[in-house]
């Protein structure tokens, strides 16, 4: 998604919002998120720069609940290879997750009835993905990864909806001046192969063990 500007009914950035509660037909950013990350859609922006800069740890932050991430974009000549790259990386992205997924189930039956330690499962889950030579695609910019998630985006990133978001950006007391680099904006976008993290693969373990038990499997 090209974003240029923040999402309705953000507060604490001091823009000129049009419809200061929100989207005036009741979508909710944050929901809309929750959703795609239930739904396995992966998210990414694209930020017109310098327009969105302002806004890259909100944009980010949702982007990431759902795998994606928010990338800048100064030069329109580059949209069409960061287009390419966000759908590689995002099937990258589904996949590791549905890799993820399978091994979670398998490791899970072994406890065979008895309480599984999440910790424990984790761990095994991340020690079999690693023997797999699972890799995951993000977007770089030439040989460079794009730089985490801020320490705000990822307070940001637990949110469950925009007034709890309203809340948290208060909290964080951050109307974002910060220079946090996103990545060359200008530059040339591609995908890089990079070994899953072990926070990644705990998140993404932990995210199948909840749906397992959901669904009594």
């Known amino acids: 998604m090209v974003v240029d500007a923040p999402p309705h009914g953000l507060q604490g950035f ?10 005036p037909d009741g979508h909710d950013p944050v929901t809309l998120c929750n959703t ?4 396995e859609i992966v998210l990414f922006f694209v930020g017109c720069e310098p327009n ?3 806004y890259k740890d909100i944009y980010d932050a949702l982007a990431d609940k759902t795998g994606g991430r928010y990338v800048p974009l100064s030069d329109a000549n580059k949209l069409t290879n960061l287009i390419l790259a966000s759908i590689r990386a995002g099937m990258s992205y589904a996949s590791l ?10 490791e899970a039956k072994k406890a065979d009835g008895t309480a599984v330690d999440e910790s424990a499962l984790a761990g095994a889950v991340y020690r079999k ?3 797999s030579g699972s890799t995951l695609d993000v977007v770089s910019t030439g040989s460079s990864q794009l730089p985490p998630p801020s320490k705000n985006a990822k307070a940001y ?3 469950r909806d925009l007034p709890g978001l309203n809340l948290t950006i ?26 899953p993290s072990v926070d990644l693969v705990s998140d993404l373990c932990m995210k199948s063990y909840r749906k397992i038990k959901s669904d009594g499997k």
Do not use: H, Q, W
Not at 36 to 39: G, I, Q, R, V, Y
Not at 97 to 106: E, N, P, Q, S, V
């Open 14 to 23: 001091g823009f000129a919002d049009g419809f200061p509660d929100g989207c």
């Open 36 to 39: 795609l990350e239930e739904k």
């Open 52 to 54: 969105s800069e302002k």
């Open 97 to 106: 997750t549905k890799t993820i997924a399978a091994i979670t189930l398998k």
């Open 129 to 131: 993905v690693m023997e």
């Open 157 to 159: 990133k637990n949110c």
């Open 170 to 195: 208060i909290t964080c007391k951050s109307v974002p001046t910060d220079v946090r680099p996103t990545g060359d904006g200008a530059a040339d976008y591609r995908v890089m192969a990079t070994e």
